[in-house]
């Protein structure tokens, strides 16, 4: 219907919103059939790692045909063997570690059939695809649906770390008492701060290394080349620690923590000191045998150069390629006592008009414009609103008058939506200026973003032409 108070229209205006709205309940795999839904949902929302982590994959049939779906790369296996989930923890995204088949063409008995309008399910454990390893929240969504075809991800805690299980029978010589079991027990907490070390520096985007405070503490400033160093430097260590049988023997002859000697791996001699060192936390017997490992020529061929934390902080600050080759450092790293982030994924969600020309319109007409709302974050931010602003001035805040709003779905890191919004001019002609205004998420990290700047809008008094024409007008 055309009205003369719509006197502007924005070209690149593109629809999405309408058809979020319609497709907002659906997740959809873009390998799927055309036609078919997923959606998932957790059975328990907390898990201990003894348990499963069973999340309910359902299937819907959308369109009006009968549809046949290929149940090798769905949940119908009734396992994860194909990566059709996205699994963040922390803001990251979790790699597919699942199975990977060679399988014979498919037969009719490797197909599902679904009629117009049914739905079915299928309880799969995703750690057959993906590790929950480590304590906290778990994000899960079905992988490759559009912006607009996004639903919120489902949420699933896991209450603890997942306990490290590889390592090898140490071989124990001259040790005493509930020494073999206490050194059994510091081997088992050693390799997991060396498989969190490992598995934290690994999973820490490169665009974000550069600001990782637990790094910078023990190793200073970040070059790509130390940190590689480094990252190594723990993938051995963890490797060792694992599958190597590591040989301890007791020597109370001396009064240090331990020693070793770097060219007869995997020897490592317990002081007086190692038995009074708690289990974990600074200084102590886990670290004290990541400590030693680490001098090994074959696994890091780490130096003494300073002991203690404080030594081994400014060592960092004032030496990093020093400290990439300290045993001590790698021991602090490790041991992440007091508790340092790696990196911290943020929500950050900023909003823009997209104008192409002037808006102009008449005291109280509809006016319509395109916004862009982004997440410039690195986790994903839950759904949320986008209203327009109508300021006295072209600085746009929330003390402005509302005179509008629309839905904003769920937003992974980095992405971008386009809303359409519309909104009534004010009732006295005038030179306004409009902004729209995202609302702010729970945690949400930059806040002064969240309006856009102010675009002008000229309001006119309405002509007799244009009361005519808007009496003649159905809508409204
Ligand atoms: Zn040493």
């Given amino acids: 219907m055309s009205k003369l108070m719509l006197v502007f229209k924005n070209k690149a205006v593109f629809r999405i919103l309408a058809l979020g709205l319609l497709l907002v309940c659906a997740n959809v795999y873009a390998d799927l059939p055309s036609g078919i839904a997923m959606s998932v949902d957790v059975v328990q929302s907390k898990v201990s790692p003894s348990e499963q982590a069973l999340v309910k994959v359902t299937y819907t049939n959308v369109g009006s045909t009968p549809k046949q779906l290929l149940r090798w790369e769905t949940a119908f296996e009734g396992r994860v063997d194909e990566d059709f989930l996205t699994v963040t923890h922390e803001g990251r995204v979790l790699p597919y570690m699942g199975r990977h088949y060679k399988r014979a063409p498919a037969t009719s008995a490797d197909y599902i059939s679904l009629a117009p309008g049914e739905s079915r399910s299928q309880v799969v454990d995703i750690n057959t695809g993906y590790h929950l390893d480590y304590?906290?929240?778990?994000?899960?969504?079905?992988?490759?649906?559009a912006v607009a075809q996004k639903s919120p991800p489902v949420k699933l805690i896991l209450s603890k770390d997942r306990p490290v299980s590889l390592k090898q029978t140490p071989i124990i010589n001259s040790c005493d008492g509930d020494r073999p079991d206490q050194i059994d027990s510091a081997l088992g907490a050693a390799e997991s701060l060396a498989k969190r070390a490992r598995d934290d520096m690994r999973a820490t985007p490169v665009a974000f290394r550069r600001s990782v405070q637990r790094y910078k503490e023990w190793f200073g400033a970040y070059t790509a080349t130390r940190w590689n160093a480094v990252q190594r430097n723990f993938d051995r260590i963890f490797s060792t620690?694992?599958?190597?049988?590591?040989?301890?023997?007791?020597?109370?002859?001396?009064?240090?923590?331990?020693?070793?000697?770097?060219?007869?791996?995997?020897?490592?001699?317990?002081?007086?000191?190692?038995?009074?060192?708690?289990?974990?936390?600074?200084?102590?017997?886990?670290?004290?045998?990541?400590?030693?490992?680490?001098?090994?020529?074959?696994?890091?061929?780490?130096?003494d150069i300073e002991y203690g934390q404080s030594a081994a902080r400014s060592l960092a600050r004032t030496r990093p390629a020093d400290a990439v080759r300290n045993a001590d450092s790698h021991e602090y790293f490790a041991e992440n006592t007091p508790s340092l982030p790696m990196f911290?994924?943020?929500?950050d969600l900023v909003s823009s008009i997209t104008v192409t020309e002037d808006l102009k319109t008449v005291v109280g007409g509809n006016v319509s414009l395109s916004a862009s709302v982004s997440n410039v974050g690195s986790a994903d931010a839950p759904s949320t609103t986008v209203t327009v602003r109508v300021s006295a001035d072209s600085v746009i805040s929330l003390a402005d008058p509302?005179?509008?709003?629309?839905?904003?779905?769920?937003?992974?890191?980095?992405?971008?939506?386009?809303v359409d919004l519309s909104f009534k001019a004010p009732r006295e002609e005038g030179q306004y200026w409009i902004g729209v205004c995202v609302t702010e998420v729970n945690g949400e990290s930059g806040t002064d973003n969240n309006c856009s700047g102010g675009v002008p809008l000229t309001v006119r008094k309405m002509s007799l032409l244009s009361v005519l024409m808007l009496l003649l007008s159905d809508d409204d």
Avoid at 137 to 144: A, D, H, N, Q, R
Avoid at 344 to 347: F, G, K, S, W
């Fill in 135 to 145: 304590k906290g929240e778990y994000l899960i969504s079905p992988k490759g649906a």
């Fill in 241 to 303: 620690l694992s599958g190597r049988t590591i040989t301890f023997e007791c020597d109370d002859s001396v009064p240090y923590f331990a020693y070793v000697y770097p060219g007869q791996p995997y020897d490592v001699y317990l002081g007086q000191a190692f038995w009074s060192a708690p289990m974990t936390g600074t200084d102590s017997k886990a670290g004290t045998i990541i400590h030693e490992v680490s001098h090994f020529n074959v696994v890091a061929a780490t130096d």
């Fill in 344 to 347: 911290t994924a943020t929500v």
């Fill in 402 to 418: 509302v005179a509008g709003s629309a839905p904003v779905m769920a937003l992974a890191g980095g992405e971008e939506l386009a």
